[in-house]
């Protein structure tokens, strides 16, 4: 699953709920109303002095879906170039698999050496 984050101002807020909607993408989403920060576009405070106020969407989606969720914000973007509208999606991390510790193997003899603790170093009381 990846995480896509769209925040954008609240002028085309119904464009981007459009062009989602023409990808077929975003149908689940988290929406956040009123988002205020400052970003390449200046503050938007939502109050008298920067009166200007975002909304941000979160989807979990399918790499699929995310690519037609970015079409459909730079579709919107190409619209509106002076509007405020970001899309971010982190970068794909692979987790490698845990490494199996495996304890040493009897001895030939048939003797079974003493066991080894592989956790965390305990403190000396």
């Keep these: 699953m990846i ?13 981007i709920m459009e062009a989602l909607q023409h990808e077929g ?7 956040y109303p009123s988002v205020f920060g400052v970003g390449s576009r200046g503050p938007r405070m939502g109050d008298a002095i920067w009166p200007e106020e975002n909304f941000a ?16 914000v730079q579709s919107v973007k190409k619209r509106f170039p002076e509007e ?8 794909e991390v692979v987790i ?7 304890p040493p193997a009897p001895s030939p003899s048939g003797s079974v050496p003493p066991p080894v603790y ?8």
């Design 118 to 125: 592989y956790g965390p170093e305990e403190e000396n009381s």
């Design 25 to 31: 993408v975003g149908k689940f989403y988290t929406k």
């Design 96 to 102: 490698p698999p845990p490494q199996v510790v495996l």
């Design 3 to 15: 995480r896509i984050e769209i925040v954008a101002n609240h002028s085309v807020e119904d464009n």
């Design 57 to 72: 969407l979160v989807i979990w989606c399918e790499a699929e879906e995310a690519q037609g969720i970015e079409r459909a």
């Design 84 to 91: 405020g509208i970001k899309c971010f999606r982190p970068p």
